[in-house]
C-alpha cells in the first residue's frame, strides 16, 4: 500500500454519530481543503450512519477514509481510499490493542489488506470518551510517549503514530517529544484544535493536524482556518531558514 499520509498536512475526522453545522451541507464539508477525511466516532456509531455520510463524501473530490472504532461497523465501500484502524498502545483493556482486530479478522468475510492501515494511538485525555472506552492509561510523561511513539515505529513497524487528546488541546512538549521519537512514521495530532493559531502550534511538531469536533460545532469555514494553520507551520518546518 502506498503512504498517502506522507504528504498530508491535516485531516478532518467526521463523526457520523453528530449533526453538520447550521444547514451545512457534505459538500461543505468536503471543500474545507483538507487532505483526507476520516469518517469515524467513538461511542454510537452504526453502519447506517458510517454510509450516509461516506456516500454523501463519494460525491465530492476528497479522499476518503473509514476509522471503524469496532469490527462490527466496517462497511465495505468501494468509495473509500482505504481503512485507518486504531491500535490503542496504552490501552489498559487489551481489546483495544489486538482484541478488536482478531475479531475483525475472524468474522470478516475477507480483509481489504491492501487499503487496510494501522495507526498507533496513544491516548491522552483522560476524560475523553476514547480513554474511558478503551481504559487507557494516560499519565504519560513526554519521555513516555516518546517510547511509545518510537517502539510502535520501531518494533512494532507501524506507519502512524496517533496522539490524541481528543476534546482538549494538548501538550506541544509531548507532541514535540514524540516527534523527536520518530523518524519514519507519519506523526498525527488530535484534540481541541479549533482555530489558526492551535493548527499551526500543533502542526509544528506533528506532521498532520487532525480537526473533528469544531467542523460539528463551528463549520466549514473554521475548519478552513485549522488547514491553513497546518500548511503554513508544515511549510515553516521544512524551510531551510526555519533553523
Ligand atoms: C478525535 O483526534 C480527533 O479523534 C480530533 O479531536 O474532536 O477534539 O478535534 P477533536
Not at 6 to 29: N, R
Not at 125 to 150: H, K
Not at 172 to 198: I, K, N, Q, R
Request: charged share 25%; with cysteine; hydrophobic share 40%.
Amino acid at each position: 500500500m502506498s503512504r498517502p499520509w506522507e504528504s498530508w498536512d491535516h485531516v478532518l475526522k467526521v463523526d457520523p454519530d453528530k449533526e453538520l453545522y447550521g444547514d451545512e451541507t457534505f459538500a461543505d464539508v468536503c471543500r474545507t481543503g483538507t487532505d483526507a477525511i476520516e469518517i469515524g466516532g467513538t461511542l454510537d456509531v452504526t453502519t447506517a450512519k458510517m454510509e450516509r455520510v461516506m456516500t454523501a463524501c463519494s460525491e465530492h473530490d476528497v479522499a476518503l477514509y473509514q476509522e471503524p472504532s469496532n469490527p462490527a461497523v466496517v462497511v465495505e465501500d468501494e468509495a473509500l481510499d482505504g481503512y485507518l484502524v486504531p491500535v490503542v498502545l496504552n490501552a489498559t483493556d487489551p481489546f483495544w490493542i489486538t482484541g478488536a482486530h482478531k475479531e475483525w479478522v475472524r468474522i470478516a468475510n475477507g480483509v481489504d489488506w491492501d487499503r487496510t492501515t494501522t495507526e498507533a494511538y496513544v491516548v491522552l485525555n483522560p476524560d475523553a470518551d476514547v480513554a474511558e472506552l478503551t481504559e487507557a492509561d494516560c499519565d504519560q510523561s513526554p519521555d513516555d510517549v516518546a517510547a511509545f511513539a518510537r517502539a510502535a515505529e520501531r518494533m512494532f513497524g507501524q506507519e502512524i503514530v496517533y496522539l490524541e487528546y481528543s476534546g482538549t488541546l494538548g501538550d506541544p512538549e509531548v507532541v514535540a517529544a514524540a516527534d523527536d521519537a520518530t523518524e519514519e512514521a507519519t506523526l498525527f495530532y488530535g484534540g481541541g484544535v479549533g482555530d489558526y493559531d492551535s493548527a499551526y502550534q500543533m502542526g509544528r511538531h506533528a506532521d498532520v493536524v487532525v480537526v473533528g469536533d469544531l467542523i460539528h460545532d463551528a463549520g466549514a469555514d473554521a475548519v478552513r482556518e485549522t488547514v491553513q494553520g497546518a500548511r503554513d507551520a508544515t511549510a515553516e518546518t521544512v524551510s531551510p531558514d526555519s533553523g
